[in-house]
């Protein structure tokens, strides 16, 4: 039974010959130290779940070469519960097999580069022919061959073979490993266990040291090949990266813009033709998962003064299964930073940015998504209302929007400086409570986990014109009130400067990206002090259920200011890339969070959901590998300048059947508009799955 490609097999093949010299010298150097406390970073350790085939989900069945084998799950005394694995090679001339983890993301356990681990498994052998293997995910090559580790001698008992690691090498996220069998024999095995030997944590869950509270960062070994402004997670787990000119006058002048699809399991680019200027464009997926942009750059301000930046009318869908841009009628006005929210019938309103002559525009600009065209001006609802650049408009479970504040340069909007808009009755209500509205140029605002509790956070900001040091402000509003109105929140954590040098009391940041993670937290990371200068490093952990933040999350060792963003991968990571400072130059580096708990334990599975498709109102089936916390859906991320009001994370309340787990979806299309989405589920182990991908509709 194949279980899946084996496209490492020649280099297994070729590393074959060197093992016998390695693992002998692995012997004598990799003394197996007593075992910590810490978590088994294992999914299915002891064999006990399979899946529909009867074989261990997690565990596959790979080899190369010529023999006569078998694999078997036996229940005939295992060493603990009711499964182990039996390799049989009855003959064999040449090769192996082997029984090893499945090199994919939710099965393979998450490493931290220089850690060493020990690894074990209990086993019986008639055979000495026997080694355990281990392959890493190079976030650069993909997965290839690392080491071997040990050779298992024949026991008739069981018996435990306990390694330890090298250090893992730089650049690698995920191992895989497993028993291999090259002689006539039969190896059984069961129980094994892989635990982060590098800081010793007795009593602890997590033996992974800092990174047990803080998370880890790894910047990747490569750069983006384009300037990461704008960031838009597709719908097959790729991220859509625009640039357009990227902020570059001469590239505009040179007609040069540019689109990559990054491929986060392989490290690798696609670039992607692209029809105009879509630097400072708006964004927003489509109900089938295609991005629609709008807007971009006309041109950049004249050498004379005589005009500022001018806004593109142009308006484009990108197809993530063709990586190709089509053009559907332009806007009713030019936009140069709108915003783009979806609605809950799939259509998307756009508004705020520079129009064709670098004045604002005050025109709703309305995308009819069945007809697949913005409407026209008088087709549409027009308060004919200003609302400045990337305007921060979230949708309320009423279908109505709410304005946070939220923006990009200079002072807020007039009045009270937050709003809700009603494009139905075509009416603007001021929203009071927000501080300092005129200093939270580039703050940014989410709709706090879950979609069901109508919270928003705004963090942070400053003023670009006026330059004030950034503020710690946060603000709190409950939309599900009759007259919401915003409640101050904690203080952002303070960080340190350049060099370390400790903020002050009253300084925080702008630039702020706030990220909603699997586990219903919310994680904040980046920002600057002051317009496109002094990036703060500080990162922390928002908890919605208790309004607090949990300060010192490791901070991104790269600055991340002006056009800096990031977002949740389908992993469970989190990916930030940019920042474009005031000397105009732009940093190339993407570096990728690992949250805390990514460190806690093996991931739970999700065996099977039935079917991608999903209708409101309706209960999905899905199985499980153990007990689960809690499920949620999270809409992926299309973020740019700290805007990206579409990011929610919608709670699915289950109906547990043992392993069978039932998930209601929301019959408020406003609660999760159409779309798709990542499905995840949280273990008891705090431990969030990789995602599922759903199309809700
Ligand atoms: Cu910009």
Known sequence: MNRRPLPLLSRRDRIRIAQVVIVTLLLVLAVPGKSFAGANLLSNPGLEVVDSTGFPVCWEQSGWGDSTHSYEVTHTAPHSGANAMKVTVSAITSGDRKALMLENPSCAPNVTPGHQYDVSAWYKSTTPNTVMTMFRHDVAQGWVYWTDLATLTTSTAWKKQTVRTPPVPANTDQVVWGV?????????????AMVDATQAAPGTSCSAGPACTAGAWQVMPFNSPVRGIHAVVLKNGNVLLVAGSGNDPAAFAAGTFKTAVYSPRTGTFTAVPTPADLFCSGHVQLADGRVLIMGGNKDYPAADGSHGYKGLKDSYIFD?????????????????????????????????????????????????????????????????????????????????????????????????????????????????????????????????????????????????DSNPDANRLTDLIDLKQATPVYQPGPPLPGGTMTGGVPQTAAQGKMYVSAVLLPDGKVFETGGALHNRAD??????????????????????????????????????????????????TFDMRISVYSPPYLFKGGRPQILSVAGDQWAYGTSKQITVDGPILKAALIRPEAVTHSSDPNQRYVDLPMTVTGTTIGLNLTSNPNLAPPGWYMLYVVGTNGVPSVAQWVQVK
């Open 180 to 192: 291999t069998i090259y002689g006539v024999g039969t190896l059984q095995t069961d129980d094994y």
């Open 320 to 464: 993530p299964d063709t990586l190709g841009y089509t053009k559907v009628n332009d806007m009713s006005s030019g936009s140069w930073y709108p915003s783009a929210t979806v609605m809950g019938n799939g259509d998307v309103i756009s508004l705020g940015g520079l129009g064709e002559d670098s004045s604002g525009t005050v025109a709703t600009q309305y995308f009819d998504s069945s007809e697949e065209r913005w409407l026209s001006l008088n087709e549409a609802n027009q308060s004919w209302s200003f609302w400045g650049l990337y305007p921060s408009m979230v949708l309320m479970q009423d279908g109505r929007l709410f304005y946070t504040g939220s923006h990009v340069f200079g002072n807020g909007l007039p009045g009270s400086g937050a709003s809700i808009y009603d494009y139905g009755a075509n009416t603007i209500t001021p929203v009071t409570g927000l501080q300092n509205k005129d200093q939270r140029d580039q703050s940014m605002s989410v709709l706090l986990p879950p979609a069901q509790d109508q919270r928003v956070l705004t963090l942070g900001g400053g003023n670009i």
């Open 535 to 584: 990036p703060v490093y500080e990162a922390s952990m928002f908890n919605p259920a208790t309004n607090t933040f949990t300060p010192g999350m490791a901070t991104d060792p790269v600055p991340r200011g002006y056009h800096s963003s990031a977002f949740l991968l389908p992993d469970g990571r989190v990916m930030a890339v940019g920042d474009n400072p005031g000397d105009g």
